[in-house]
């Protein structure tokens, strides 16, 4: 199965979107946005989609945008980032047995994609999860996130329900851990703050020493 598609045209609906997207702004990225980081890596962070003027534009998810300012500094302060700041697809920003991809790889009309859309780009999140080493952990950053790892393993919805910090088990092979989205709103109405993430992060690492 792929685990990416550069040329991914499956959702007629976000294909449509980003074509008109190219022509309002030509010197954008505009396409499916890869995972990135380090490709053996048994820390995967999962996000919604690309934002707007921030991975659709750059190509690099949780780039150019004020999503990505928490994230990046947070990983930088617990050594999973070479610098702590995220500005283009080609500034040399390594990461250390750290991963981030979407739940949707495209960028999607009012940043909603339709659960059909999900439904259809899972198939390359659950590439992404078969191929992580047990004894991995997938930080999901908000419901949507955190429900496309569950319909990637085949769970149910109802027996593994989103909180902030939630933690659970999967397959006996895998740590799903839950964090508020760290978008604009989420960290600006101090949903999620500084503390609360790097705890989270804090908490992440410490999984990857522990057998699920």
Same mark, same amino acid.
Not at 12 to 26: G, I, K, Q
Not at 72 to 81: D, N, Q, S
Not at 144 to 151: G, I, M, S
Not at 204 to 212: C, F, K, M, R, S
């Given at each position: ?50 934002? *707007?003027?921030?991975?659709?534009? $750059?190509?690099?998810?949780? /780039?150019?945008? =004020?999503?990505?300012? @928490?994230?990046?500094?947070? +990983? ?55 191929? *992580?080493?047990?004894?991995?952990? $997938?930080?999901?950053?908000? /419901?949507?996130? =955190?429900?496309?790892? @569950?319909?990637?393993?085949? +769970? ?57």
């Amino acid at each position: 199965m792929p685990e990416f598609d550069h040329d991914c045209l499956a959702c007629p609906r976000l294909a449509s979107h980003l074509s008109r997207v190219r022509n309002m702004y030509p010197h954008y990225h505009a396409r499916p946005v890869s995972p990135f980081g380090d490709p053996k890596a048994r820390l995967l962070i999962i996000g919604l989609a690309p934002g *707007m003027h921030g991975a659709n534009r $750059t190509g690099r998810p949780f /780039t150019g945008d =004020h999503a990505g300012i @928490l994230l990046y500094e947070t +990983l930088y302060r617990h050594g999973l980032a070479d610098r702590p700041e995220s500005r283009s697809a080609t500034d040399g920003l390594i990461l250390k047995n750290c991963r981030i991809t979407n739940a949707v790889k495209c960028l999607p009309p009012g940043n909603k994609p339709l659960p059909g859309e999900i439904a259809t780009c899972n198939l390359y999140l659950k590439t992404e999860l078969q191929k *992580m080493p047990a004894g991995s952990v $997938t930080l999901a950053l908000g /419901t949507v996130a =955190h429900d496309a790892v @569950l319909q990637a393993c085949n +769970l149910k919805r109802k027996n593994y329900p989103f909180s902030h910090g939630a933690h659970y088990c999967i397959e006996g092979r895998m740590h799903l851990l839950d964090s508020y989205h760290c978008s604009r709103y989420n960290t600006q109405t101090k949903r999620l703050t500084a503390e609360m993430f790097d705890r989270i992060v804090a908490r992440a690492i410490h999984l990857l020493t522990i057998a699920p």
